[in-house]
Nanobody
Framework: QSEFVESGGGLVQPGGSLDLSCIAP????????IGWFRQAPGKEREGVAC????????DYADSVKGRFTISRDVAKKTMHLRMNNLKLEDTGNYYC??????????????????WGKGTLVIVSA
């Protein structure tokens, strides 16, 4: 059973937007670095976006820079990924994750400690 409650995936046309959310009711999200990852059909999982535990540092995959925004709501124990101008190649399963790292840094290649089960995003005309 996942520690997270994930939502927001679905079918969207190219150019559209989606908001992914991930609630971690048992966790204090500002004690962790948070990340969003995705796995497209037939491809390896890749890091999409991360946010440091201090909330001061973010990193994005080159393919999503300027289109995706990672954020969190500490009071609601929720992580978000806002995805704009979606492209066909953004299709995949999207996973939220926490890394037990406190500080002003995060990495898209970190070995995360806690994973969600994933939510499916399909971009199709």
């Amino acid at each position: 059973q996942s520690e997270f409650v994930e939502s927001g995936g679905g079918l969207v046309q190219p150019g559209g937007s989606l908001d992914l959310s991930c609630i971690a009711p048992e966790r204090t999200v500002d004690a962790y670095a948070i990340g969003w990852f995705r796995q497209a059909p037939g491809k390896e999982r890749e890091g999409v976006a991360c946010l440091s535990s201090t909330g001061t540092y973010t990193d994005y995959a080159d393919s999503v820079k300027g289109r995706f925004t990672i954020s969190r709501d500490v009071a609601k124990k929720t992580m978000h990924l806002r995805m704009n101008n979606l492209k066909l190649e953004d299709t995949g399963n999207y996973y939220c994750a926490l890394e037990d790292r406190y500080g002003s840094y995060c990495s898209l290649t970190s070995a995360m400690d806690i994973w969600g089960k994933g939510t499916l995003v399909i971009v199709s005309a």
